[in-house]
């Protein structure tokens, strides 16, 4: 494909303006990211879901701010030119405003994010003030908050009762009153995805899990491939199963390893005859 142009704010604006759906995935590492630009995907994130997909974790909560900035400098070196979205972790932005903008001020400058994203509704619109108004690109995260997964009862959907979802919605005008210019809805129900999107004035609405009629879509890249084995989220769409593809070359290859049909002369490399005559008589 040709070279790709630069994906900024202004560029997911004109795809809303034209609407045309933002693709959007979560990533981790550089071949990824390499991966994931080569195949025109607009946005990534660098979610503190790795903490689950790479690290190992129950949760999200131990995800550090060095453990983000880490994994987030190796996927702007593998993707230059998707809008990259770096993810606050626990504890990097609630304690206070002043915290908020020195660790989304790190992304910014130790990563080379274009935005960065964080969990909460109106609780948290003066954390997206200060942070835009140090000058970095804000996006607010509501639904099911996995920082806040306790809180909420789990790992469930949020809004299907008329007063929470009417939160939702009032939560959405707040974060975008306070200048994000983007808001995530993750597990929440379609038609209130939809109404946040049709009062949506300046703001970009993506959805995970959270229906069709937002602006852009989001998966978690292990979700889609089959690389996370602990569970399979109803919102995820197997696009390929890779790791069942994985665990065959593994399978096969410790079976290999095990009965000598794996090296073969062609996986080695070896030294001419007179070569090893001569290293012979040098260590007589």
């Not at 959007?24 to 991966?35: E, H, I, K, Q, R």
């Not at 593994?250 to 095990?258: C, G, I, R």
Request: proline share 5%; aromatic share 8%; hydrophobic share 40%.
């Amino acid at each position: 494909m040709s070279e790709r142009k630069k994906v900024t704010i202004r560029t997911l604006f004109d795809k809303v303006v034209k609407q045309k759906p933002i693709s959007w995935l979560t990533c981790y590492d550089y071949p990824t990211a390499y991966f994931q630009e080569k195949a025109g995907i607009d946005m990534i994130l660098v979610g503190d879901s790795l903490g689950m997909t790479m690290l190992g974790y129950d949760s999200t909560l131990p995800v550090t701010m060095n453990d983000m900035i880490r994994h987030t400098q190796a996927v702007r070196r593998g993707a230059p030119m998707v809008f990259l979205v770096g993810d606050m972790p626990y504890m990097s932005y609630q304690p206070s405003v002043e915290t908020a903008i020195r660790n989304a001020g790190r992304f910014m400058a130790e990563a080379f994010c274009d935005s960065i994203k964080l969990e909460g509704g109106a609780e948290m619109a003066d954390r997206i003030e200060g942070i835009v108004s140090a000058g970095i690109p804000a996006m607010g995260h509501l639904g099911l908050t996995p920082q806040s997964a306790a809180a909420l009862g789990g790992f469930r959907v949020q809004g299907r009762g008329a007063a929470q979802a009417k939160k939702i919605i009032d939560d959405a005008k707040a974060l975008e009153n306070a200048g994000a210019f983007a808001i995530l809805l993750e597990m929440v129900p379609d038609r209130v995805t939809k109404i946040i999107t049709e009062r949506a004035e300046d703001c970009i609405i993506l959805s995970l899990g959270s229906g069709p009629d937002a602006h852009g879509q989001l998966l978690i890249y292990h979700d889609m491939f089959g690389l996370y084995p602990k569970f399979k989220p109803r919102m995820a769409k197997v696009f390929g199963n890779a790791g069942e593809v994985i665990l065959n070359g593994l399978t096969q290859y410790a079976k290999e390893v095990s009965d000598k049909t794996f090296p073969a002369p062609e996986n080695w490399f070896t030294i001419k005859d007179e070569e090893y005559e001569e290293l012979l008589d040098l260590l007589k």
